[in-house]
């Protein structure tokens, strides 16, 4: 029998043992867009709907390891970079990447919440602006991320443009300033520039409660597009409708916020 050719993505992220967010929702969106999902795992966390009670990280050597295991033996199309959790952890995976054979990398920088809670540390920050934006070929920020990024405040549209421009002088080849915490006629409203191309991309907000593991998702389907094949700006395009479908079917499971319906099409009618 004649093997299947398959595009192949690779995921460095923290587990959600929820199953909404992260390495789960990473690789059920990469099946999703039949593209192979391999995986290095950067920590563990104890987590449900309503939060997470638990983080472990893993040894910098461990999730070196795991990528070495995988580009070692395969062609890997694209990376989504997540959760690195720890300077120590950056820096190991910038050094790794800047040296192994991988296609495009996606970069969800974690940084701060949806909520506005900052997730890493000072001297994290510093090294994953440093270290990991030069590899970037499309960073994916929050609205919080961009602000800490550009050091500004971002409330308007001409805001998100102006952050855009800013965070892609660090580096990055392209930036997609993501408008999910803003408000009003703003929210859905993401901002990409390239450096010569800025341009809005717009999709109609659904209201839902469950929307766990929405940036990671988005991460996972550029990812998963540019494995494919697809243009940059094609692939932001593509994913943002894989995303905005899958907030339509999202599921309620647990008591807090579920995660969104990464296999729709599966959902009984």
């Known amino acids: 029998m004649t093997p299947f050719p398959v595009a192949i993505a690779l995921t460095i992220a923290g587990s959600d043992s929820g199953g909404g967010a992260g390495i789960q929702a990473d690789l059920r969106t990469f099946s999703f867009h039949r593209v192979h999902g391999t995986s290095a795992l950067t920590a563990v966390t104890a987590q449900n709907t309503r939060g997470v009670t638990r983080v472990d990280l893993l040894p910098p050597e461990s999730v070196t390891a795991q990528v070495a ?18 300077r120590g952890i950056i820096e190991a995976v910038a050094e790794q990447l800047a040296h192994v054979p991988v296609g495009p990398v996606v970069v969800d920088p974690v940084m701060v919440s949806r909520a506005g809670s900052q997730l890493l540390d000072d001297a994290a920050v510093t090294s994953l602006r440093a270290r990991m934006l030069p590899l970037a070929a499309i960073l994916t920020p929050n609205r919080h991320e961009a602000r800490l990024l550009a050091g500004m405040d971002i409330e308007t549209l001409e805001d998100m443009r102006e952050a855009a421009r800013r965070i892609h002088a660090l580096g990055p080849r392209a930036v997609l300033v993501k408008g999910g915490g803003m408000q009003g006629a703003l929210r859905g409203t993401d901002v990409w520039f390239d450096g010569t191309h800025l341009e809005t991309l717009a999709v109609e907000p659904v ?53 969104i319906g990464h296999f729709f099409p599966l959902n009984p009618s």
Not at 69 to 77: G, I, N, P, T, Y
């Open 207 to 259: 209201e839902t409660p469950n929307t766990h593991g929405t940036g990671c998702t988005l991460s996972a389907a550029i990812a998963a597009r540019l494995a494919l094949g697809s243009a940059p700006l094609e692939a932001v395009r593509l994913a943002k409708t894989y995303v905005t479908a899958a907030l339509r079917y999202p599921l309620a499971v647990g008591h807090g916020n579920g995660p």
């Open 69 to 86: 295991a995988v580009a070692s033996d395969m062609r890997v199309d694209a990376v989504k970079v997540g959760m690195l959790a720890h």
